[in-house]
Structures are given as C-alpha cells and as structure tokens.
C-alpha cells in the first residue's frame, strides 16, 4: 500500500504565504514524477506544478515566480511554497505522485486534498 498525506493549507489573507507538504508512505521502490493540481469550485483539476526526480521543474504561467515546488527524495516529500498569494489561487490542492511499489507496479496516486482559502 501506498500512501500521500498532506498537509499546510489553510485561510491566509491575499499576498500572504503558505507552505504545502506531501509525504509519500508505504510499499515504495521508486518515486518519478511528484506534483501539485488544484480544483477551484466549478473549475476543472489543473496542474500547478511538478518536479521530476532529476529535478526538472514545470509551472503553470499563473503561479510563475509565486510559487516553488521542491522535493527531498530521502523524505519521499514534495512541498508547495506559495507565495503573494491572490483570491484566484483558493482552491482545493492536491499531490500527485508516480510511484513505482515493491511489486514493481508504476501508478499515480492522490493525496486526499487539502483547502487553501485566500481572502481579499
């Protein structure tokens, strides 16, 4: 069994700051892919931001020189930074990860979300 567990969001007034995590648990042989989606009420899931286990980095243009994704591979954990955050960045965040298990299967796995509200 694999598990995603985050944690971090919360209500935080515009142009404040807030520090999502993820930690991946479990039956574990390898992590690829890690990353954040967001779904905002009445919007479809969209990517926010991943990190390869090499390190490459993508953003969506929206949060470009906002937010910071990292990993520590040791950890099996992904963090968020979100900084200068705006009303249209309250959304439900969610981790995702490509895990390879013990048994050697390779699939994405969800953490159960957590709530980012951002006042104005």
């Known amino acids: 069994q694999v598990q995603l567990v985050e944690s971090g969001g919360g209500l935080v007034q515009a142009g404040g700051s807030l520090r999502l995590s993820c930690a991946a648990s479990?039956?574990?042989?390898?992590?690829?892919?890690m990353g954040w989606y967001r779904q905002a009420p009445g919007k479809q899931r969209e990517l926010v931001a991943t990190?390869?286990?090499?390190?490459?980095?993508t953003y969506v243009d929206s949060v470009k020189g906002r937010f910071t994704i990292s990993r520590d591979n040791a950890k099996n954990t992904v963090y968020l930074q979100m900084n200068s955050l705006k009303p249209e960045d309250a959304a439900v965040y969610y981790c995702?990860?490509?895990?390879?298990?013990?048994?050697?299967?390779?699939?994405?796995?969800w953490g159960q979300g957590t709530q980012v509200t951002v006042s104005s």
């Open positions: 995702n990860a490509a895990i390879r298990d013990i048994w050697l299967q390779l699939r994405d796995y």
């Open positions: 479990g039956s574990i042989l390898s992590i690829n892919v």
């Open positions: 990190v390869t286990g090499g390190g490459t980095i």
